[in-house]
């Protein structure tokens, strides 16, 4: 079977929360930090094997991913904040190369052999300035892979009301990226191509009384270039991209229960036909002083692109895609998380589990997309303060 590869999934799903500008925090705080800290997170992500009876040809081994990442934030003087971030990901299995009918015109997966190995580094910096009840950050970034390239750079800036019970925020963020697909005889892929992405959001985070606060806040982007998957044997999508969405996030702290709720929603929208409702729940319950449980329960669900096709086709001459991740489907994640803090160090640890289907989505679906994907993700790290 021919070796091909795609997009790292655990990039992909860190990825897009980034480049969608998703609110990251509800506010930043006052003044730079005082102190050093150290982070190290290592993580696994590994993905269930594809149902034989799914698997028109090919090994139904899918992905694999280690992911060791870094986090260093020091203060430069009294009003400047570095924040330094690193991660080295090495990722293995088989991909879907495409859809075809088999005899009952069922569609069913093409994977490749379990035979890839790649690498991914990322690092990026970013330098906060802290003012009078505000701040303003700027951000460079790099992710490197043996076929792909990605320069990126960002400004945020938050302002507090007069009161402190208000903050308005908004950011801008643009990628240059460079694409050169590793050739296979017999297979046509481009040579080297390239892409572009703007991105921006705003947002206002209000202080709704002592253990409540509340965010909501608009992102938007433009996306241009080489927008499909060159490791598809039939991937022909639009050269723009325009998307648009709304988020919402609560945060509720119950000093009776020793407890704190977050809320979070997100709605999105783009130009290519695709419609996604996010609702996640996370509670984090205090233990001790030091100890804190946060279970979590996340929905997705999401409609198809315009251009979607249960199975590829030589004989359609517009675009057209039977990658899973413009198909129909909804998908419910389940965790848990432990944290442990000391005034010095942070120990923590979590367990995620990721199942989609086409029967959660919140339309129905005629036709489930085989290529699917279930998994698992394990994280630990700590944290040290000096």
């Given at each position: 079977m021919t070796k091909t590869k795609k997009c790292n999934p655990l990039a992909a799903l860190t990825t897009a929360a980034l480049a969608l500008p998703a609110i990251s925090h509800l506010a930043h705080a006052d003044t730079a930090p005082v102190k050093t800290e150290l982070g190290y997170r290592y993580s696994q992500y590994q993905e269930d094997d594809i149902d034989d009876n799914k698997i028109l040809i090919g090994s139904p081994q899918r992905y694999e991913v280690d992911n060791h990442a870094f986090r260093l934030v020091t203060p430069l003087n009294a009003q400047l904040g570095l924040t330094v971030d690193g991660s080295y990901e090495t990722m293995s299995g088989a991909s879907a190369y495409g859809v075809a009918a088999d005899a009952q015109g069922e569609p069913k997966m093409i994977m490749t052999g379990a035979s890839i190995d790649d690498k991914r580094t990322d690092v990026s910096a970013s330098v906060r300035h802290y003012r009078?009840?505000?701040?303003?950050?700027?951000?460079?970034?790099?992710?490197?892979?043996?076929?792909?390239?990605?320069?990126?750079?960002?400004?945020?800036?938050?302002?507090?009301?007069?009161?402190?019970?208000?903050?308005?925020?908004?950011?801008?963020?643009?990628?240059?990226?460079?694409?050169?697909?590793?050739?296979?005889?017999?297979?046509?892929?481009?040579?080297?191509?390239?892409?572009?992405?703007?991105?921006?959001?705003?947002?206002?985070?209000?202080?709704?009384?002592?253990?409540?606060?509340?965010?909501?806040?608009?992102?938007?982007?433009?996306?241009?270039?080489?927008?499909?998957?060159?490791?598809?044997?039939?991937?022909?999508?639009?050269?723009?991209?325009?998307?648009?969405?709304?988020?919402?996030?609560?945060?509720?702290?119950?000093?009776?229960?020793?407890?704190?709720?977050?809320?979070?929603?997100?709605?999105?929208?783009?130009?290519?036909?695709?419609?996604?409702?996010?609702?996640?729940?996370?509670?984090?319950?205090?233990?001790?002083?030091?100890l804190r449980l946060v279970p979590l329960l996340r929905y997705y669900s999401q409609s198809q692109a315009d251009f979607y096709v249960d199975s590829d086709s030589i004989n359609n001459s517009g675009y057209q895609s039977s990658d899973y991740r413009m198909s129909p489907f909804g998908a419910i994640t389940y965790g848990l998380g432990i944290v442990y803090e000391e005034a010095a160090y942070r120990l923590v640890a979590n367990v995620e589990r990721y199942d989609s289907d086409g029967d959660m989505a919140l339309e129905s679906v005629d036709q489930e997309n085989p290529a699917l994907v279930n998994y698992n993700l394990m994280s630990v790290g700590v944290d040290y303060r000096f």
């Open positions: 009078e009840a505000g701040s303003v950050a700027f951000a460079l970034g790099y992710s490197g892979e043996n076929d792909y390239t990605a320069f990126n750079g960002s400004i945020e800036a938050e302002q507090q009301s007069a009161d402190r019970l208000t903050t308005y925020s908004g950011g801008i963020g643009y990628s240059s990226d460079e694409l050169e697909p590793e050739q296979t005889p017999g297979i046509n892929r481009p040579t080297s191509e390239d892409k572009s992405a703007l991105n921006a959001f705003i947002a206002l985070t209000q202080v709704m009384n002592a253990g409540w606060q509340l965010q909501g806040g608009l992102f938007t982007g433009m996306h241009d270039g080489f927008l499909a998957d060159a490791y598809k044997a039939r991937d022909i999508r639009p050269d723009q991209r325009q998307l648009f969405g709304v988020m919402a996030r609560s945060r509720n702290f119950m000093p009776s229960l020793k407890a704190a709720l977050h809320t979070d929603y997100r709605y999105y929208n783009d130009d290519w036909g695709i419609q996604s409702h996010t609702l996640e729940f996370a509670w984090h319950q205090s233990l001790t002083q030091q």
